[in-house]
């Protein structure tokens, strides 16, 4: 099985800020690789699981937590509106189960709201958020997550 989320979970202790915004002791916080919007932020379990099903008690009581705190912290830093969170995990690759949290701003064009705010996901490469960015992002989201859970991760 060849899985994104695997193999990046595998690197923790080597990711770039982007890629590890924030963790603890299930899930790891990282920007979208390919997205067009500032703060697509992508939330994935530290185990590999294909569904929610799949998911222990202490992953699902913990991802509400995140759901909650990532979006606060996207709303201090972005400006958002609110925030969109989606889970679909049916790419190639990207079965992992995995959420997406994605800041709606005030100014996004009605023709990208809901659903459709995805046209700004597998974005062509010069109209893709810049890994600089991302990372400034990262550490500005960083500042505004507090610890929740005294025993961060630490794997591999």
């Not at 997205?35 to 697509?40: N, S, V």
């Not at 609110?82 to 064009?109: I, S």
């Not at 610890?147 to 991760?153: E, G, I, L, R, T």
Request: proline share 9%; aromatic share 8%; glycine share 6%.
């Amino acid at each position: 099985m060849d899985c994104y989320t695997c193999r990046h979970n595998e690197a923790f202790g080597t990711l770039p800020p982007r890629e590890l915004i924030a963790a603890d002791r299930h899930w790891r916080v990282a920007h979208a690789f390919d997205a067009a919007l500032p703060g697509w932020l992508i939330l994935v379990p530290l185990r590999h699981a294909e569904s929610i099903a799949d998911l222990t008690d202490d992953e699902a009581a913990a991802l509400g937590t995140w759901q909650v705190r990532l979006s606060r912290a996207l709303h201090a830093v972005t400006g958002c509106t609110k925030t969109y969170v989606v889970q679909f995990a049916e790419k190639e690759g990207f079965a992992h189960v995995h959420f997406h949290v994605v800041p709606r701003m005030p100014d996004l064009p009605a023709d990208h709201r809901g659903p459709r705010v995805f046209a700004y996901l597998n974005a062509p490469g010069d109209h893709r958020v810049t890994a600089p960015a991302q990372d400034l992002l990262a550490a500005a989201l960083r500042a505004h997550l507090t610890p929740a859970d005294p025993d961060p991760a630490t794997p591999g």
